[in-house]
DNA sequence: CTGAAAGCGCTTACAG
DNA sequence: CTGAAAGCGCTTACAG
């Protein structure tokens, strides 16, 4: 069945007739348009640069496409071998507001880039396998911004991998040379200093599943911190990323004698389980428990009380990635690459100073 | 350039060894291994009725495709005039986890089926036509599901997406005759009428963007159950769907007098806006107010206090969107699709008897 | 420097 | 009933 429906627009402005309405606008189409070949189309359009062509010539080919709607079929072009100008982001959890975040970020600069980015949950339970094969093996996209990375993941002992351009986002795999992060380690470090220097010595943290590494950075960087400190370094309970988690976590915090006078939340819906926690516990914030936030989000502010919180350069994050995958596209080898911009306390209510 | 990353896996097992290494699996290979020609290959795997071959044959090339890794090529496919078997889902906001519910079930739904959905946030001020163009117009997609359309979205006058098999989801476009809706006004009339059974005889809502369908429907509803039991309908606030949204338009609703005796907001986010806002004027939920939400999400049981909502059922949205784009792709004519489960209150420490 | 032509991997009428 | 062949819309060596 040929699938009458892909078609492309016809904008019937000026002089366009020369097709039936309702179909694809092709190259050749455009081509005949402006009387020259479909290579000459092909090449102006894609800037190849060992065209010679007049500018005139140039400019009224491109003006021509423009008028009538062409956008080249994604198929031909990747079947021919150039690229398909898609790029795919598996995120672990579409519920989770950080991924959104960076996939905003990631979108952008790849539209800037011309290219697009399709989104994917790539759940562990789920066929993570299928998901990537579905956009890879298919032809679907040039190349993979992974952001669910699990030490176990299939994925990554999957041989096809290497052979796609790849990075891993927010999800460090150790040694890969493709890790795109940000200064996971000094969030915490940057937590624990404000609690510091606000009095508290007695610091707890609400830390993630030790089986995802950004739990794990997270949690040295903040054992490190305390360590450096002098402060005690075992007030660290794990739980999952949820408000469940969280709030089983902190139930474990606030178990201990003497309770902690500040806890440290992996994620805003720890933060909000544990808030959850300590009100059920007949604590009050900041009054007997002081908590920070990684991840600042605007939930963040409208929370009782309003909750300090650690803010990451997502956006940077998302944008960052994109340009280490187009650059491993463009033949470079890939690499680490570092987000520089530090993270920031945004101080609100849920914090005080111990005197 | 040729993409030489975008290649198949290659299992060796066995007796597989009639292409080099790190190239793609094409038809002609599974054919070959098969000792048949690549029709009667494309035939077997695309399930042709039309064919008629041993059964054993058909076996042997299923298991000849999956040993060897095959998948066809999304382009070629595309190209040859059969279906790309990818659908996009165009969504309004990333961060709102009502979408990311939708998209769930739109996703296992539509695996099922052996599609990928490609998900897209459509923006208003973003290049909405841009993503529409990049997914549609290049031939990535067979089918659209569009959960993002606002009256004055530019898709919606562009006759380009006429051709093109979509639905409407969550969203209504009225005379359309492709809307995919949840009985909206339904939920507002099961949230009144649980306050009203609760003896509520004051009872507001926090509605959202009279520009948004499921706002105004949602609004509808209300008003209609309100003014069936004799209660005001003329406490209604309107905000943006954001917790910020929620704060205004529930403080324009806490200034009234007497004080409405329960708030029904349209959306989890509004409800932590109102939330704060209650809070802000010295008020307690429930003891002054009772709050019931849209939208039940893990995040609800959280809150001081965990909130009584109204949950919808999301996934099967999400799931019936597929069906139904896929039923037009089977050649039917568009239809609206009700979802018929109806809405359920799920009652939490938010709502309180009054006697 | 540019145009004609091959070829990417599929599907599907069509001829045998 | 099945296989050979055409053709989908592109890109890009390659010949002129």
Redesign the pocket.
Known sequence: ??TGFLVGSVVRGGTVDDRASG??????DVARHCG????????V??D?P?????PETRQRIRAAALELG????A???A????ETRALALLIPDLANPVYSRITRGAYRRAREHGYVVLLAEDTADDGADEAFADLVEAGRVDGLLIASARPDHRLLSSARLARIPHVFVNREVPGSGRNVAMELAAASAAAVEYLHGMGHRRIAMVSGPPDLRPAVVRERGFVDAVQALGLPSDLVARGGFSEEGGAAAAGLLLDRDPLPTAVYCSTLGQAVGALHAIRTRGLRVPADVSVVTYDDLPLADYLDPPLTSVAMPLLELGAAAVDAVLKQLGGAPPADVAIRVPPAIVERASTRRLD
Chains 1, 2 share one sequence.
């Open positions: 069945m040929k179909e694809r606008v092709r190259l050749v020259v070949t479909k290579s000459v189309v092909s090449r359009l894609n190849d060992s065209l010679n062509v007049r062409y956008r080249a079929h198929g031909a072009r079947l021919a071998g150039a």
